[in-house]
């Protein structure tokens, strides 16, 4: 185990700021560049697993985020060990889905448990985990 540099802890909070904005604006490419070549997301919906497939996997699930807006909160970063880290965060999503007639609201939250890897210099996601997802019912009914 190393110790994290200020410089790499602020490069891993980017990374998961530039995932949610991807997500939010349905960024296909930039969502996957978000993740290291065999880097994989697992969720309600399975595990997805290359880039290719995960800018897909976004692409398919994107009638859901139309008025969403994503954030990670309370994020932690640990298991530090040279070019690989674990970091956990809480998910956040509100939701306006008529933006300016509509109050914000909390849509749903999760947790995520992540690896992630430096390659080529930057910060990617080896391996998303999102676990205890709560969805509120006027945004997922049934």
């Known amino acids: 185990m ?6 790499d802890r602020f490069e891993i909070h980017e990374l998961l700021a530039r995932y949610w904005k991807a997500v939010d ?12 070549e065999d880097g994989s997301l697992t969720n309600y919906t399975g595990t997805t697993t290359g880039r290719a497939a995960l800018a897909q996997w976004l692409d398919d699930y ?9 954030m990670s909160t309370n994020t932690i970063i640990t298991e530090v060990d ?14 306006a889905f008529e933006p300016r007639t509509q109050t914000p609201h909390v849509a749903s939250y999760s947790r995520f448990n992540d690896r992630v890897a430096r390659v080529g210099g930057r910060w990617l996601f080896r391996e998303r985990v999102m676990d205890d997802l709560a969805l509120n019912s006027i945004d997922y009914p049934g």
């Open 82 to 95: 040279g070019d690989t880290a674990t970091v956990w965060s809480y998910m956040l999503v509100i939701a």
């Open 62 to 70: 994107g009638p859901s985020r139309v008025g969403n807006r994503h």
């Open 25 to 36: 604006e349905g960024d296909l490419q930039g969502f996957g560049a978000t993740f290291t």
């Open 2 to 7: 190393s110790a994290i540099t200020a410089a």
